[in-house]
């Protein structure tokens, strides 16, 4: 069975303090790791997908990494604007069963001004 | 704006009834998908369509059912709502899964009482 932890569960930082969002992760051959942001009563929002061990991908403050167990979302210098759920998904090579994604709990993220 | 759009936003319900949810997508996407959002069990997954006439089940079937109606349109249908329906539902759609992620609905919240 996929399996996806986040952590931490909540976080906050004073803006301008970087820090970094975990998501582990176990899944029998991963096609695909997914970062989303999901803001009060809307829908997730897409940011990366990661497919191999040592790929990166940023978008402005973000930056996302991949290790063969885990990912981790980099936030540097956040900004108020930033304040979030950030969700990590999986999907696996299975190439049977739900095609869908597995998601963590996400981590809650807010920023003071 | 292109996207996905599900109606209604809100829904209250009383136990027993039944009501269909909506989704509709415009950016021609192949694979549609409904999840199920509950405070600390994070996103799981209804049903998913791979593609127009096929459906199937995902993580959390049981008191659900859906209907592909065509490449635009996929529902998903409580014959008999339970308390333990009560949650926040998406739709969302993907293209070519790994490249641009899931495309995901505003939400629909509902309520069964």
């Known amino acids: 069975e996929d399996q996806v932890t986040q952590s931490p569960e909540a976080l906050r930082l004073q803006e301008g303090e970087s820090s970094s969002l975990n998501c582990s992760y176990t899944?029998?051959?991963?096609?695909?790791l997914f970062w989303y942001r999901q803001d009060p009563g809307k829908g997730p929002e897409f940011l990366f997908t990661l497919y191999s061990a040592g790929e990166e991908k940023e978008k402005e403050r973000l930056k996302a990494t991949l290790t063969k167990k885990e990912s981790f979302l980099h936030i540097t210098a956040p900004k108020p604007e930033d304040s979030a759920t950030y969700l990590c998904?999986?999907?696996?090579?299975?190439?049977?069963?739900?095609?869908?994604?597995?998601f963590g709990k996400g981590t809650h993220l807010i920023i003071q001004p | 704006n292109a996207g996905v759009t599900q109606t209604p936003k809100f829904q209250v319900l009383k136990t027993g009834q039944s009501m269909t949810l909506q989704c509709a997508q415009d950016?021609?996407?192949?694979?549609m998908y409904w999840y199920r959002q509950d405070p600390g069990m994070g996103l799981r997954l209804i049903y998913y369509?791979?593609?127009?006439?096929?459906?199937d089940k995902g993580e959390v079937p049981n008191g659900y059912n859906v209907s592909r109606l065509n490449k635009r349109e996929f529902s998903l249908r409580l014959e008999s709502a339970a308390p333990s329906q009560t949650s926040v539902y998406f739709c969302?759609?993907?293209?070519?899964?790994?490249?641009?992620?899931?495309?995901f609905g505003s939400g629909t919240r509902l309520t069964v009482v």
């Open positions: 899944v029998s051959g991963l096609r695909g």
């Open positions: 950016m021609n996407h192949n694979s």
């Open positions: 998904a999986v999907q696996a090579r299975s190439g049977g069963g739900a095609d869908g994604l597995t």
């Open positions: 969302a759609s993907s293209e070519i899964v790994g490249t641009r992620g899931y495309t």
């Open positions: 369509s791979a593609s127009e006439g096929t459906t």
